[in-house]
């Protein structure tokens, strides 16, 4: 009896003292993520219509696709997602840039690997913010309203939720 506590008190200790090669590691940081600019040539203010069928250029050629299409820019954006960002929750902005400020409206819309919406942020305002669920590997930006020719990038990071 005496002999097996101890040798339950020594692979205790044994246990304590040896950390996993793990240990004390920590997860690399995802480090914020600012992409190119593209430029929406015009605006399109119904992507879907009533039963649910895209009717952006855009965005019909890269739900067919799922690639980044001919058609990028031409009434939507499509952004490839990096890898780092897959595969978390991140924090999802589209800002524009135009020649008067406050004529556009952006809309986001998340998608897949395989191309099915993931997620939508369609907010009223000019730049669009809100939360990118991981499994995103495609984001997809349009311009509700406003004149031709808005500039838009994306902007991610790893979201932190908020303390109340």
Known sequence: MIRRTLSLVLVLMLAVMIQPASAGKKKPKVKPYKSEEGTIAVAHPVFYDATGTVNSVTAREFESTCAVPASNGVDAYVFEVPAAYQSITASVKAVGVEKTPGSYDLDVFMYDKDCAVKGVSNGEGTDETGV???????????????????????????YTPPTF
């Open 132 to 158: 990118m669920p991981a499994g995103v590997a495609w984001i997809l930006v349009g311009s509700y309203l406003g004149e031709p020719a808005v500039s838009v990038h994306i902007e991610l990071a790893p």
